[in-house]
């Protein structure tokens, strides 16, 4: 009825509002744990060049394989599996879980939250290959 879609929009808006408020201090808090020295660690470079190598070629391959079915043209599955690679939240959480339990290292936790950084920035890059301008070609 009327009354229960006005609750329903005022629940959205409220949830809305938190996340877009206390999102970036979630990330913020998270990336704060990594020890500085890491950073200078030349094996941190590497694992982290590998990790986002592995990171986007399994979400960008995953999704394509999976959504070419549906959309059946590689240019719009392409463009999905590019969507697909920024999508990290879960595995940040799951790191600084481990880090905080003891299971992951420092320098383990720096390659995982860097990879995670890195995905985040490149995937909206990476979706050139997708419709533009609303087209459905």
């Given amino acids: 009825s009327v009354g229960e879609s006005l609750i329903r929009e005022r629940a959205k808006a409220f949830s809305q509002t938190i996340e877009e408020s206390l999102g970036p201090l979630f990330f913020a808090v998270l990336g704060a744990q990594i020890p500085l020295a890491n950073f200078l660690n030349p094996g941190v470079d590497v694992g982290v060049a590998i ?37 990290g ?37 990476l979706t050139w290959s997708g419709p533009r301008n609303g087209s459905r070609d």
């Fill in 89 to 125: 939240e879960v595995g940040l959480v799951i790191a600084a879980t481990g880090f905080d339990m003891g299971v992951i290292t420092p320098q383990l936790y720096t390659e995982v939250t860097m990879m995670i950084m890195l995905t985040t920035l490149l995937g909206p890059l």
């Fill in 51 to 87: 990790m986002t190598a592995i990171a986007i070629a399994t979400k960008a391959l995953g999704a394509m394989v999976f959504s070419l079915p549906f959309t059946r043209k590689i240019k719009n599955s392409t463009a999905i599996g590019a969507m697909m690679i920024p999508r």
